[in-house]
């Protein structure tokens, strides 16, 4: 009898799932914490020629170059404001190193699938696309970011180009 408590718990536990969260203007979005491979303070990155706007440019993380996205531009969410609470994400994403600009970082919270709602659906007039759905957490609600997709997107494949330079 104990065993199969045990083995719910142990179910729940696997259900859950751990996101870290950033704050991009007043919302808070969340990421596969398993994606993570570190945060780092915002600093200079160079320029690439002819990149979309959301991408900042490269920087060299230990010898490898690696691609900044910019989310707040990337989501058409205002100009960024870059200060001492800017951080970079540096994230794990398909076999390819990718930074992430977020305006900060919060918080990593384990979510489990009942606290997750499907994402609204807008029509065609918002894309919707990359989030994966909604959670909630008390009074606190985190859009679920499908970082995977988000990255795989065909205006990301630019970042392997800017990732070969």
Same mark, same amino acid.
């Given at each position: 009898?104990?065993?199969?408590?045990?083995? !719910?718990?142990?179910?729940?536990?696997?259900?859950?799932?751990?996101? #870290? +969260?950033?704050? %991009?203007?007043?919302? !808070?979005?969340?990421?596969?914490? %398993?994606?993570?491979?570190? /945060?780092? @303070?915002?600093?200079?990155?160079?320029? =690439?020629?002819?990149?979309?706007?959301? /991408?900042?440019?490269? =920087?060299? #993380?230990?010898?490898? &170059?690696?691609? &900044?996205?910019?989310?707040? %531009?990337?989501?058409?969410? @205002? !100009?960024?404001?870059?200060?001492?609470?800017?951080?970079?994400?540096? #994230?794990?994403?398909?076999?390819?190193? +990718?930074?992430?600009?977020? *305006?900060?970082?919060?918080?990593?919270?384990?979510?489990?699938?009942?606290?997750?709602?499907?994402?609204?659906?807008?029509?065609?007039?918002? *894309?919707?696309?990359? &989030? !994966?759905? %909604? @959670?909630?957490?008390?009074?606190?609600?985190? /859009? =679920?970011?499908? /970082?995977?997709?988000?990255?795989?997107?065909?205006?990301?494949?630019?970042?392997?180009?800017?990732?070969?330079?």
């Amino acid at each position: 009898m104990q065993v199969e408590g045990l083995n !719910e718990n142990l179910a729940r536990d696997v259900a859950a799932r751990e996101l #870290l +969260v950033f704050t %991009l203007g007043c919302e !808070e979005y969340g990421i596969d914490i %398993l994606k993570v491979q570190e /945060i780092r @303070g915002y600093d200079t990155v160079t320029r =690439i020629a002819n990149a979309p706007e959301f /991408i900042k440019g490269v =920087i060299n #993380l230990r010898g490898s &170059i690696v691609p &900044i996205v910019d989310l707040r %531009l990337k989501f058409g969410l @205002g !100009e960024p404001v870059y200060n001492e609470f800017t951080v970079v994400i540096i #994230l794990n994403v398909s076999k390819r190193t +990718v930074g992430i600009v977020v *305006d900060g970082v919060s918080d990593v919270i384990q979510l489990d699938k009942d606290s997750m709602r499907a994402p609204p659906e807008f029509g065609s007039t918002v *894309d919707t696309a990359y &989030i !994966e759905g %909604l @959670g909630t957490i008390d009074e606190q609600m985190i /859009i =679920i970011v499908d /970082i995977e997709r988000l990255m795989g997107s065909d205006e990301m494949a630019l970042t392997a180009v800017a990732a070969r330079v």
